[in-house]
């Protein structure tokens, strides 16, 4: 029986981007250069498939320092960054660091010093409990950053002197939403100072609207992407708001509902900046067992973005 017709406009960009290249081409450096274990203090990104791709090459993947029994092995910190407590413990216990931390998230961690250094409160825009957020706000003392998460954070915000304020945000926000946020601290504090360019990372911004893109033409969004990935349930978010009603965050082909996945016509696939490729290829592969699959791809624009490995691992290459 001939099996119907499906379109599934593919989102570009989508998937990794430079940071999450960065920190997984770390890990698999360090381990050719050292061998395994090497550790890797929380995910190295949020993606199940790629965690447990290192760790079968030799990564052993801890929540803490004190977890690793070997201190002369290299251990790397993830791609979301860390408090300022986490390498000075390391360099306590006289570890070898190697810091896979975004360096765009960097940015915003010496933004927030900078404002601090010069007396300013600072605010930060993001999720409570997110690695980054901790990894941000553990980079000044406590208290010295307030965290909101909303308009009515903003609008139900005590600062101490508004002449002397600023705020950060979390790399991988709502790119919508955040600006609701900023507008709201701006109407109550007008001499708030911003980052001289927005925090929201490129590859964040970029996917975002490569899903508004595609929203108001397809009947059904399918984001390749983990359940802890900011990035992804954004993406979740905006084909909702869009013109998508019907958006899923899915891991593997294997999670797809049939039952739920007939009559389809036109559907939407794009990836979180963590998730790779085949991952998307495999839900591809999935709906061509279904249906008469033409893959139309949707590109936004063209990203040619990528960041140097740590010193440490270029010149141990070099020397190799």
């Not at 099996?3 to 960065?22: D, E, Q, S």
């Not at 698999?28 to 050292?34: K, M, N």
């Not at 600072?122 to 307030?146: C, D, F, N, S, Y």
């Not at 590859?203 to 033409?217: F, G, L, M, Y």
Request: glycine share 6%; charged share 25%.
């Amino acid at each position: 029986m001939a099996k119907p017709p499906l379109t599934i406009l593919l989102a570009a960009p989508r998937g990794f981007c430079a940071g999450v290249v960065r920190a997984i081409d770390i890990v698999e450096r360090a381990l050719v250069l050292y061998g395994a274990p090497v550790y890797v203090r929380h995910e190295i990104v949020h993606n199940k498939f790629v965690v447990d791709s290192l760790r079968a090459k030799g990564a052993v993947f801890v929540e803490e320092l004190d977890e690793i029994p070997d201190v002369t092995r290299p251990v790397v910190f993830s791609a979301h960054g860390v408090p300022k407590s986490v390498p000075a413990a390391a360099t306590a216990r006289h570890m070898f660091q190697l810091d896979a931390t975004c360096p765009l998230v960097t940015k915003v961690h010496m933004e927030a010093q900078r404002h601090h250094a010069e007396g300013f409160e600072i605010i930060l825009i993001g999720h409570k409990g997110h690695p980054e957020v901790i990894g941000t706000m553990g980079q000044l003392p406590e208290g010295a950053v307030r965290l909101i998460e909303t308009v009515a954070d903003a609008d139900h915000l005590a600062v101490r002197d508004p002449r002397k304020l600023a705020y950060v945000t979390q790399t991988t926000l709502s790119v919508d939403d955040t600006r609701d946020v900023i507008a709201a601290l701006q109407r109550r504090f007008p001499d708030i100072r911003g980052p001289y360019k927005e925090d929201i990372c490129y590859a964040t911004t970029n996917r975002q609207e490569a899903v508004k893109a595609i929203a108001t033409r397809i009947e059904l969004l399918l984001v390749v992407g983990a359940p802890n990935s900011s990035n992804s349930r954004r993406l979740v978010e905006v084909g909702e708001r869009h013109g998508t009603p019907r958006s899923l965050l899915v891991q593997r082909a294997e999670e797809l509902d049939w039952g739920s996945l007939q009559g389809l016509s036109v559907i939407g696939v794009t990836a979180g900046a963590s998730a790779p490729e085949l991952l998307v290829n495999e839900i591809v592969d999935a709906f061509r067992s279904h249906y008469d699959v033409t893959v139309e791809t949707v590109s936004l624009r063209e990203e040619n973005v990528a960041f140097k490995l740590p010193r440490e691992l270029r010149e141990a290459s070099a020397s190799a």
